[in-house]
């Protein structure tokens, strides 16, 4: 089985670890993206667009002020700022009289926001456990021609980007089972995106393959990803401006402000081989062997296209 997964060019977690995440990416600039609100702030500095900031709760004597904030906002999305894996993110869709409605559903007073905030700053869903920051950003809205596949939450775009060069992609559909979020571990599709054409060519419930949504029903095989092509140039941005070689950017297609960062990892999953039926190993060796300085966004995009296509 692992000298099959070898032949199939599958990229392990091992070797992730030890030649791109450790071996390609200074570890002084991590906190640029493990820091969720230090990377809105690059990219603002950038001009590069990202959901804005509502609140936040840096110590348990902010809480009340935060909630005070929100309770103006009709919907939000809580997260860690430090969090991973999509643990901690709570999305809200609007509020009743009976209190905050969550994304499936759930209803949620302001002592579960106010008990889920004070979780988040004790560190319980941060990276080694460490006192964490509690902020609320602009829930984005799902694309139209996306809402076919979705029925909470709001899908996103990941992108794997090696050495200023796009090497993969997927779209993450939030499911019911998922509580809106567009995360893999959670429940989430996820569905490989032709580099070159912007459609889904395969799609992954669970790591079984699938072609239509759990919940709508709806086909989530030779979708059309909106924006694609920006999305790929967003991507490359994100990554030039944090200096990180080995790279996920996370991207949503907002219904008004089109593509949009909402989060960067220096040590992106690999469950994006599944979704695409391939392996991240033949594209990453071929970036390294070949001479891509000088390269402008748009060569490189071409550059990453060919590459996928098995012309390098």
Known sequence: MIQALRNAGVLGINRRNVEFTLGENDRRLYPLVDDKLQ???LCESAGVPTAAVLATAHTHSELNALLRTLRACDDFVLKPARGAMGNGILVIMGSSDAGWVTASGRVLSDADIHYHSASIISGLYALGGQPDVAFAEDRLEVHPSLRTVVRNGVPDV???VF??????????LPTDASDGKANLHQGAVGAGIDLTTGRTNFAV???SP??????THEPVVGLEIPFFQESLRIALRSADLTGLKYIGADIVID???GPVVLELNARPGLAIQTANRAGLVPRLEAI????TAGLDIEQRIEFGCRIARGQM
């Open 163 to 172: 050495r200023g060069i796009p090497v993969m992609a997927m779209t993450r």
């Open 288 to 291: 390294r062997m070949a001479s």
């Open 255 to 257: 219904a008004v402000r």
């Open 210 to 215: 699938i072609e239509r949504h759990p919940d």
């Open 205 to 207: 419930l669970a790591d």
């Open 39 to 41: 990377t809105k702030a």
């Open 158 to 160: 990941r992108i794997i």
